[in-house]
């Protein structure tokens, strides 16, 4: 494997094909993605942690019926010409300020649903040979210092693959990819530990560890000559935890924050919540609500 180790982490990839179908009927016709949690969409948080992890170029893995994410990276000049001849300054800034340079924004379509290595895979061209990062929009992690910028400062240090990581219940190992851990290496880093291999969702019983991977990834340019093979894994689909698990130089990243996945409906309630309540301008009415509601259900007497 070729070192990478002071290259800065200058493209991510978003995988953004998926048929949401846990969310239907609202991703009838809208992407699981562009569900808002408060107030932006889903890619909208995962495209500000790239960048706050000194990102520069976006890609987006898309799959059909998802113009929807394509619009919202670009200006919407109707809107903005309402807005700005109604003087709304700030609402005026909300639907442009944030937007990243002209060309830094590259959608690919993925044709087929074949797993996350295959979304992976398909951005191959436009990574190039060079270090990059992978976020899962439905995955989020509320911290003080966003998840993948933690990451990139370890990656810094270690080079190699990094992953996000959390520890969880035995009982769902079935559900994540696993890491073996190799506790004959140490990485001075307390948050990091090296892995010997990983499994993609393994019985409890056969569980290497609880460790689990969680939405982000830096990874090696090296992984795509291992995708290319189109090997399937679990659930018959081309799984990008087989291809990292191939590779050199692995460590598992035990992040700051609170995850969310909100690929299920009950993490993204909790999302919702969860980011309302961070909101100084929220936060007083909506415990208000919440305690409201949870009496009405009878939960709280």
Known sequence: MKSHKNTKIRKAVFPVGGLGTRFLPATKSMPKEMLPVVDKPLIHYAFEEAKAAGVEQFIFVTGRNKHAINDHFDNVYELQSVLGARNKRKELELTSDWLPEAGNVIFVRQQEPL????????????????????????????????????????????????????????????????????????????????????????????????LSIIGRYILQPEVFTLLD?????????????????????????????????????????????????????????????????????????
């Open 229 to 301: 093979k189109q090997q399937p894994g679990a659930g018959g689909e081309i799984q990008l935890t087989d291809a990292i698990a191939r590779m050199q130089d692995i460590y598992g990243y035990r992040f700051e924050g609170t995850r969310y996945d909100c690929g299920s409906l009950s993490g993204f309630v909790a999302a919702n919540v969860a980011y309302a309540l961070e909101r100084k301008d929220l936060r007083g009415q909506v415990i208000k609500e919440l305690d409201a509601v949870l009496e009405r259900s009878g939960v709280k007497k």
């Open 115 to 210: 797993g996350l290595g295959h979304a992976v895979w398909c951005a191959r061209h436009l990574v190039g040979d060079e270090p990059f990062a992978v976020i899962l929009a439905d995955d989020m992690v509320l911290s003080k210092t966003p998840c993948l910028q933690q990451m990139a400062g370890a990656y810094a240090q270690v080079g190699g693959n990094i992953l996000g990581v959390m520890d969880i219940p035995r009982a769902q190992t079935a559900s994540y990819g696993i890491v073996d851990i190799d506790d004959k290496k140490k990485p001075a880093d307390k948050r990091l530990v090296a892995a010997k291999g990983l499994v993609e969702k393994p019985a409890p019983d056969k569980a290497p560890s609880t």
